[in-house]
């Protein structure tokens, strides 16, 4: 008999590193006092200062990581809410049904959570980490640590390092980290397994570190191994509609943002987005552009039908496939089955994005300035933790906070403790930083 994951385990609210504990009567949920610690965190706040795609901050509002994170939260409740609408019917005699009620919370959630590990200068500062030590001067550390470490470093995941954010007990702060509920943590796991087990790209869901948590929550929420020796496991299944709420948003905002950046003519973005409709629902949405005046607005009107369409076939595609996704025998992104019409249309977006935003000189200064930005922080800091006695080691180590692990006896703690450091840096604290390392900018006396 296929073995088969179910709801009632996967909807946990046991709170990771509070296991022990009761929790106390609460007139929001689990799954909602998640959502309002992660947005009331500064690890989140930090995100208006890090880099979606275009730079910051500029005379033109663009998205940047807090903004984008709103947003594929509110998609994402969207489509939590979708599918707890027809499960709870399809549930109805079962004693946990009342469970589902909450997958909207959780989803939004995880939303929330998803970029929380990513380093400044957008997905350009992950790179650039990468290209440190597979080969910049982070090479000289290639024998200072194993196998498994040394993989999590030349890999370097932004998807990892959001589940050690959450969940690691950094000095003086309490157990469990964040101590979120196992259910919204494993929402955000997009590659259940390590970094050693990557194939075609460097995306993981944990470091060697952070094995032992996400054991734990695999085996508290029943989730299937793939293979006999149980290093790769199947997703937690809300993990499907935050990535549909993450390919919708990304995508589609940076084409408006691309607009308004002038970087796509008006024309341009509006035949992009017709194209996910067709025959009489074309003609009506074309009307409903009609009666608008302003060309942004009309841009947002498209947008929010866009994104509307695609969250309701995402949502047909999670409700069609949901046996096999609790069976671990579904792999693909929702948003690679949607009707052949958006596909095509989502696909025609992509395209544009790749040849005429990720390439444009604005993004590609970025990645430059990020690169030699993030390589200077790496090399300072790492060589501090490796030789703490000198006297400029000491210097830089004395500004870092406490709560990062500069000084622990494992050289693959305080090398991950530098990672953690410099990848919660904002761009600007970043910048303002290589400045000062460079003798460029001084306190105001």
């Known amino acids: 008999m296929q073995q088969k994951m179910n709801w009632d385990q996967l909807l946990s609210t046991v709170r990771f590193g509070q296991e022990m504990l009761n929790s106390p009567m609460h007139a929001r949920t689990e799954f909602q006092r998640d959502y309002d610690r992660l947005i009331f965190s500064p690890a989140f706040r930090r995100l208006q200062n890090k880099t979606q795609v275009f730079p910051l901050p500029g005379s033109i509002f663009v998205h940047n990581r807090l903004t984008h994170s709103l947003e594929v939260s509110c998609v994402g409740r969207s489509l939590g809410n979708n599918a707890s609408l027809w499960m709870q019917e399809k549930y109805a005699g079962e004693p946990w049904v009342s469970k589902l009620s909450s997958m909207d919370d959780i989803v939004a959630s995880a939303c929330l959570a998803h970029d929380m590990g990513n380093p400044p200068f957008g997905h350009s500062g992950e790179r650039a980490f990468i290209s440190y030590f597979q080969e910049g001067n982070g090479q000289r550390?290639?024998?200072?640590?194993?196998?498994?470490?040394?993989?999590?470093?030349?890999?370097?995941?932004?998807?990892?390092?959001?589940?050690?954010?959450?969940?690691?007990?950094?000095?003086?702060?309490?157990?469990?980290?964040?101590?979120?509920?196992?259910?919204?943590?494993?929402?955000?796991?997009?590659?259940?397994?390590?970094?050693?087990?990557?194939?075609?790209?460097s995306k993981y869901g944990y470091f060697e570190a952070e094995k032992d948590s996400f054991m734990k929550i695999v085996n508290e929420l029943g989730i299937l191994a793939?293979?006999?020796?149980?290093?790769?496991?199947?997703?937690?299944?809300?993990?499907?509609?935050?990535?549909?709420?993450?390919?919708i948003c990304y995508q589609i905002m940076d084409?408006?943002?691309?607009?308004?950046?002038?970087?796509?003519?008006?024309?341009?973005?509006?035949?992009?987005?017709?194209?996910?409709?067709?025959?009489?629902?074309?003609?009506?949405?074309?009307?409903?552009?009609?009666?608008?005046?302003?060309?942004?607005?009309?841009?947002?009107?498209?947008?929010?039908?866009?994104?509307?369409?695609?969250?309701t076939e995402c949502s047909r595609v999670f409700r069609e496939h949901e046996d096999e996704i609790l069976e671990g025998r579904f792999n693909s992104p929702l948003i690679t089955l949607i009707d052949e019409v958006p596909a095509?249309?989502?696909?025609?977006?992509?395209?544009?994005?790749?040849?005429?935003?990720?390439?444009?000189?604005?993004?590609?200064?970025?990645?430059?300035?990020?690169?030699?930005?993030?390589?200077?922080?790496?090399?300072?800091?790492?060589?501090?933790?490796?030789?703490?006695?000198?006297a400029y080691s000491q210097l830089l180590l004395d500004r870092v906070p406490l709560q990062y692990e500069m000084r622990s006896e494992s050289v693959y703690s305080r090398i991950l403790a530098v990672l953690d450091y410099i990848s919660g840096m904002t761009d600007v604290y970043a910048l303002d930083l290589y400045r000062k390392i460079y003798g460029m900018s001084l306190p105001s006396l």
């Open 141 to 201: 550390y290639r024998d200072m640590i194993n196998e498994h470490q040394w993989s999590d470093l030349i890999n370097f995941d932004g998807n990892a390092n959001a589940f050690r954010l959450l969940t690691h007990q950094f000095h003086g702060r309490r157990q469990g980290g964040f101590a979120l509920t196992y259910s919204t943590l494993a929402s955000i796991i997009k590659y259940p397994y390590p970094s050693t087990e990557c194939v075609k790209k």
């Open 226 to 247: 793939l293979d006999e020796e149980e290093k790769r496991y199947c997703r937690h299944p809300l993990v499907f509609l935050v990535e549909a709420a993450d390919d």
């Open 255 to 311: 084409i408006e943002d691309a607009h308004n950046l002038r970087l796509l003519s008006h024309k341009t973005v509006v035949e992009l987005l017709l194209e996910f409709f067709e025959g009489e629902l074309q003609a009506k949405v074309r009307r409903g552009v009609g009666h608008i005046v302003d060309e942004n607005e009309q841009i947002q009107y498209l947008r929010s039908r866009v994104i509307g369409l695609l969250v």
């Open 344 to 390: 095509k249309a989502y696909k025609h977006c992509t395209e544009v994005a790749f040849t005429r935003i990720y390439n444009s000189s604005d993004v590609v200064d970025i990645e430059v300035a990020g690169h030699q930005i993030i390589s200077v922080l790496l090399d300072k800091f790492l060589d501090a933790v490796i030789h703490p006695h000198k």
